[in-house]
């Protein structure tokens, strides 16, 4: 018989494959699948994959997609760090696109160097308040912090969704949910001349440094390991759960609101309902993907702005629906969270002895 | 009068579907189990439903598919969670982002086909009681589905032998261990039904409540059923009460536009979601209280011979 025995100490050599193979699992899969549909899977897959990425304007798209999950992913990995399940991150983009574009259509015949930063600091700000939100409910409420922030992201959609149907609304769309294109005193600039890729790429790369000074460098970033991993110890050591809470939450909500005022400001140019595909949702696997660490957040950000990428164009070549793009993200998160399974576990194939099992638990002394 | 009976019965209709998921989460998170996948196996049971109901023209194997995706959907979180002792919270979420993925690519064929879907059947002379006969008994055959399985639930979990295993494994899996219990079948079987019936609750939006498959028709029901499980402090009659609260506030902004108040729709739509946290706030602000009626090892994997 099969069995999970606990490994004496973490593997980390599993800690740092299980992305690879759960990479090769889900390319596996998604090889099965257009089997299963009649299409070509070379194709197929060279279509999602290769193809995207294969010119400059590739590269730029590919980048442009990156930013918005590279800054979420990084306020999302303080916030996992210490254990703080914020999803939420959705609806700080959604708060931050929404205040920077209010700003934005406010000062829309201002030409000023002042204007765009002030656009971005809106949007940063938005989303911080609607971190901010569920950080009090946790902190002084007490409230579940996976429920609340989900709900936040519900809200703030339709805040959105009021704001562009409504206030916001250009009067002279055409009846079409949008704002006025904002003044070019507002826009990102571009990073590459002659491509969409903007500064909010600069932004995540900038974010993601930041992360790995905070938790390689720092005191707080150490105070909410601690936390994350033992918050009796956090609590014993003194270090405050509710202020490094409320430090995870504001970071996060930063973070996502500005990657939201990045959107607004960069690529789109004007407030638009489908401002995020549901970046704030794809930064969570970016987070576990990259292993809460810096680098593995640059590179999983890549990768899943390719799932992006990748979905329209098999949409464009092979007729196939657009929806490839949240199967192919579930089906690597999946995978991911089996494949860490043997981080802490290793398999058996025999039932160990008894007497071992016994001893491996400490005498109530010792504990 | 009229009126009032009208919203009363579109409040059951509205509360069915997080009624249903609720309870199949109230059992699931009964045995220790927090399955976080709520939102995608009520979606995959949709499409499902949807799909299986449109193909073969019946209701009934609708239905049955939808419980049958929601269950293969349960298990694949079962095996990860339960089997592998992977963290619950995130293994839950993977389910649901798996499975908005999974059901959006699956129905992608099948936006803007309606079909028939399930009409109000009255039961006799139930239905001739004023108001309530209305309210209850001139439904649809799935609320009387979820009005039995909600005493089926209640009479379960109290009175019957499975029900008190269930509660031992959830409050203390060493001690049930060592009474003999196979505590991870037990949690099986615990997500298995909650799985069931969260592909019940999305079969009854896509063949009941709008007869038809839109990508992330759930809007958050998922999320909603599992608040709804804390604000009923893990008890099924509070799940029904709680259920219809919701139900209300989500019909309300129909309710107040048929009262002729000139509203916007998006800031009236948030409602539910503004409720629920309020509902939070409630119950959450004392933690001594949450913590009294919590099962005990809700969220913690249990692996035997440690």
Known sequence: MLLLERRPCDSALMRWTSPLLALVLTVITGFILFLAMGKDPVKGLTFFFITPVSDLIGLAELGLKMAPLLLCAAGLTVCYRAKLWNIGAEGHFLMGALGASIMAVQLVDVDGF??????????TLAG????????????????NEILTTIMLNYIALNLLLYTVHGPLKDPYGFGFPQSVMFADSALLPALIPGTRLHLGLAFGLLAAVAVWVLFARSFIGFQLNVVGQDHRAAAFAGFGARRLTWFAFLVGGATAGLAGASEVTGPIGQLV?????????TAII??????????????????????????EMLQIAMNMPKAVTGLFQGLLLFYLLTCDAFIHYRIRLKRPARQTTMAAKPAPGEA | MELLT???????????????????????????????????????????????ALTSGSLVVGVAAAVLAGTGMSLLFAFMAVSLAANQYAAGLALTIFGTGLSAFLGAGFVGQSIDGFTRVAIPFLSDIPVLGRVLFDQDPLVYLSLI??????IFLRHTRGGLLLRAVG??????????????????????????????AGAYLSLAYTPLWTENMTAGRGWIALALVVFATWRPERVVLGAYLFGAASILHLVLQGLGWKSSTELLAMLPYVVTILMLVLLSWNPARTRLNTPLS?????????
């Open chain 1, 128 to 143: 911080m308040v609607w971190a901010a939100i569920a950080s009090g409910l946790k902190t002084h409420l007490h409230c």
């Open chain 2, 149 to 154: 399985v909600f005493v089926g639930v209640a």
């Open chain 2, 6 to 52: 009208n919203v009363l019965a579109a409040t059951v209709v509205a509360g069915t579907p997080l009624l249903l998921v609720a309870l199949g989460e109230l059992i699931c998170e009964r045995s220790g189990v927090l399955n976080l996948g709520q939102e995608g196996m009520m979606l995959m049971g949709a499409v499902a439903g949807f799909v299986a």
């Open chain 1, 286 to 311: 970016v987070v576990f993907l990259g292993r809460m660490h810096a680098l593995g957040i640059v590179v999983a950000s890549a990768l899943l702005a390719l799932t992006f990428i990748g979905g």
């Open chain 1, 273 to 281: 309902p489908q401002v995020s595909p549901g970046y704030g949702y």
């Open chain 2, 298 to 306: 809700l969220g913690q994997p249990y692996r035997p011979g440690r």
């Open chain 1, 114 to 123: 002042w204007v765009l930063p002030i656009v971005l600091l809106a949007g």
């Open chain 2, 171 to 200: 409050e203390d899996p060493e001690a049930a261990n060592a009474n003999g219990l196979k505590v991870l079948v037990v949690r099986y079987l615990a997500v298995a039904f909650g799985g069931g019936m969260a592909g019940l």
